[in-house]
Nanobody
């Protein structure tokens, strides 16, 4: 069982940066692939980024590639999402996800989800 708690969301102007953090409970954090999804009002939940258990492999949505970076710090049971050059269309609730066996872009494959953190980018 893993509990995920996101933090770091907020209001930022277009072009600015934010770093989201996701703290995971448990002693086996390094055995989980991690990821981020987001959901904007009136839109479906969409994949943002994923990171393998070792941290050596990553996936990014085309819409964030080159602007967002996912990373993990196993010693702190934490995964991060560094978001640069933010755009108003990045406004959404961002969710941290984890799974023991799945590492990819399909939301229904991830077993554990955080409660979400709001990111709002003003123009």
């Amino acid at each position: 069982q893993v509990t995920l708690v996101e933090s770091g969301g907020g209001l930022v102007q277009a072009g600015g940066s934010l770093r989201l953090s996701c703290a995971a409970s448990g002693r086996t954090f390094s055995m989980y692939a991690m990821g981020w999804f987001r959901q904007a009002p009136g839109k479906e939940r969409e994949f943002v980024a994923a990171l393998s258990r070792s941290g050596s492999s990553t996936y990014y949505a085309d819409s964030v590639k080159g602007r967002f970076t996912i990373s993990r710090e196993n010693a702190k049971n934490t995964v991060y999402l560094q978001m640069n050059s933010l755009k108003p269309e990045d406004t959404a609730v961002y969710y941290c996800v984890a799974d023991r066996t799945y590492y990819g872009t399909q939301s229904n494959e991830y077993r554990y989800w955080g409660q979400g953190t709001q990111v709002t980018v003003s123009s």
